[in-house]
C-alpha cells in the first residue's frame, strides 16, 4: 500500500467526485481511479460506490476514512514537528540553576520562553551550585546553566544576566528585625548558616570575604546543600543567612530580609558548551540577546 493512495482516498471522499478530487491533487483523473481501484484491490473491500452521476463511500469507506484521516493528521503533526525540531523551535532544554536563581530567574526565563519559543519544553534541575553545573555541562547531563562564576572548567561559554548584592535573612524576632539595613560588621557575633564548604560555593566565597574586609571571620554554624534548607534554619531561629537578593521574591514565614551596606556583589550567568551548535540553543541565545537579558559585567562584582 503506497502512502500517497491514503491522500487520494481522501481527497476522494471529500469531494465525492474523481474529476474533482484529480484537480485538487493536480493530476490526471484516470490515474487517480486506477490508484483507489489498487488500494481496494490490497484492501479486499470496495470503498466507493460508483454511478455515472454519484461517487458515495461504502460503509467500510466510512469506517476506513475515519482511521486514515488520524493517520495523515499524525503524520502531518509528525513532519511539523521534526521541522520545528530542525529550526531549534521544539524539543527539550535541561537547565540547571542554583538555589536563590530558582526565586527570580527560573521564573522570568520560563515566561519568556513560553512566550517566544511555546514548543519548547523546560527540563528544570534546581538546588545546583556552580561546580554542579559545570559537570552537568561538561557531561551533557545539562543544555544551559544559570551559575555563579567563576567558571572553571575549560570549554564552557557563559555571559552575565545579572548581578545581585549580597543581603541578610535574620529571624523575625532578631534583634536587626527593625533596622532598615545592617553593615556586615554588626554580624560579627552571628552565628552563619552557610552552604557546604565541599560545595564550591561562590556566595560562600563572597559572604567570607566581605566578611573578612569587616575585620573578622564568619562563625559557620549550620551548613546546607540548598537554599530552602538556609532559610527555613533561619526561620527556625538558629542564625542568619547571607544571600543573593533573589530570594527576597519568595517570602519565607518567619524571615526577614535587610539590605548589607557594605557587602559584596554576586554575578549570575548563563552557561552553554562551546560546542553545542543545536539549533535549540542558537535560538535561545538569540531571544535572551533581543530582549536584552544579558548584561555587561559591571567592574569590581564578585
Same mark, same amino acid.
Given at each position: 500500500m503506497e502512502f500517497r493512495h491514503l491522500r487520494y482516498f481522501v481527497a476522494v471522499a471529500e469531494t465525492r467526485h474523481f474529476g474533482k478530487a484529480a484537480e485538487r491533487l493536480h493530476m490526471a483523473q484516470p490515474p487517480?481511479?486506477?490508484?483507489?481501484?489498487?488500494?481496494?484491490?490490497?484492501?479486499?473491500?470496495?470503498?466507493?460506490?460508483?454511478?455515472?452521476?454519484?461517487? #458515495?463511500?461504502?460503509?467500510?469507506?466510512?469506517?476506513?476514512?475515519?482511521?486514515?484521516?488520524?493517520i495523515l493528521q499524525a503524520v502531518d503533526e509528525a513532519v511539523a514537528r521534526v521541522a520545528r525540531f530542525a529550526s531549534g523551535v521544539e524539543g527539550v532544554l535541561r537547565i540547571g540553576l542554583t538555589g536563590s536563581a530558582s526565586y527570580r530567574q527560573l521564573p522570568a526565563l520560563a515566561r519568556l520562553m513560553k512566550r517566544e519559543m511555546p514548543h519548547v519544553m523546560l527540563e528544570v534541575h534546581t538546588e545546583m551550585l556552580t561546580p554542579a553545573q559545570e559537570a552537568g555541562l561538561i557531561e551533557r547531563r545539562l543544555d544551559v546553566g544559570v551559575l555563579r562564576p567563576p567558571v572553571r572548567q575549560e570549554g564552557i561559554a557563559h555571559?552575565?544576566?545579572?548581578?545581585?548584592?549580597?543581603?541578610?535573612?535574620?529571624?523575625?524576632?532578631?534583634?536587626?528585625?527593625?533596622?532598615?539595613?545592617?553593615?556586615?560588621?554588626?554580624?560579627?557575633?552571628?552565628?552563619?548558616?552557610?552552604?557546604? #564548604?565541599?560545595?564550591?560555593?561562590?556566595?560562600?566565597?563572597?559572604?567570607?570575604?566581605?566578611?573578612?574586609?569587616?575585620?573578622?571571620?564568619?562563625?559557620?554554624?549550620?551548613?546546607?546543600?540548598?537554599?530552602?534548607?538556609?532559610?527555613?534554619?533561619?526561620?527556625?531561629?538558629?542564625?542568619?543567612a547571607v544571600l543573593p537578593d533573589s530570594i527576597r521574591s519568595a517570602p519565607r514565614e518567619g524571615v526577614l530580609c535587610k539590605e548589607i551596606e557594605d557587602a559584596l556583589s554576586v554575578r549570575l550567568d548563563l552557561a552553554w558548551r562551546e560546542d553545542d551548535d543545536s539549533p535549540l540553543l542558537r535560538n535561545l541565545l538569540k531571544v535572551l540577546e533581543q530582549h536584552d537579558m544579558f548584561l555587561e559585567v559591571p567592574e569590581g562584582v564578585a
Amino acid at each position: 500500500m503506497e502512502f500517497r493512495h491514503l491522500r487520494y482516498f481522501v481527497a476522494v471522499a471529500e469531494t465525492r467526485h474523481f474529476g474533482k478530487a484529480a484537480e485538487r491533487l493536480h493530476m490526471a483523473q484516470p490515474p487517480l481511479s486506477q490508484a483507489i481501484r489498487r488500494l481496494e484491490s490490497e484492501l479486499g473491500v470496495e470503498l466507493f460506490t460508483r454511478t455515472t452521476r454519484q461517487v #458515495a463511500l461504502t460503509g467500510a469507506g466510512e469506517v476506513f476514512r475515519t482511521d486514515v484521516e488520524r493517520i495523515l493528521q499524525a503524520v502531518d503533526e509528525a513532519v511539523a514537528r521534526v521541522a520545528r525540531f530542525a529550526s531549534g523551535v521544539e524539543g527539550v532544554l535541561r537547565i540547571g540553576l542554583t538555589g536563590s536563581a530558582s526565586y527570580r530567574q527560573l521564573p522570568a526565563l520560563a515566561r519568556l520562553m513560553k512566550r517566544e519559543m511555546p514548543h519548547v519544553m523546560l527540563e528544570v534541575h534546581t538546588e545546583m551550585l556552580t561546580p554542579a553545573q559545570e559537570a552537568g555541562l561538561i557531561e551533557r547531563r545539562l543544555d544551559v546553566g544559570v551559575l555563579r562564576p567563576p567558571v572553571r572548567q575549560e570549554g564552557i561559554a557563559h555571559r552575565s544576566i545579572a548581578s545581585e548584592p549580597l543581603i541578610v535573612a535574620v529571624p523575625e524576632q532578631h534583634w536587626l528585625a527593625d533596622a532598615e539595613s545592617v553593615r556586615v560588621e554588626q554580624l560579627r557575633h552571628e552565628d552563619f548558616i552557610m552552604y557546604g #564548604a565541599a560545595l564550591g560555593s561562590v556566595v560562600n566565597d563572597a559572604v567570607v570575604r566581605s566578611c573578612l574586609a569587616s575585620g573578622f571571620y564568619p562563625h559557620r554554624a549550620y551548613e546546607v546543600t540548598e537554599t530552602s534548607a538556609a532559610l527555613a534554619l533561619v526561620a527556625a531561629g538558629l542564625g542568619v543567612a547571607v544571600l543573593p537578593d533573589s530570594i527576597r521574591s519568595a517570602p519565607r514565614e518567619g524571615v526577614l530580609c535587610k539590605e548589607i551596606e557594605d557587602a559584596l556583589s554576586v554575578r549570575l550567568d548563563l552557561a552553554w558548551r562551546e560546542d553545542d551548535d543545536s539549533p535549540l540553543l542558537r535560538n535561545l541565545l538569540k531571544v535572551l540577546e533581543q530582549h536584552d537579558m544579558f548584561l555587561e559585567v559591571p567592574e569590581g562584582v564578585a
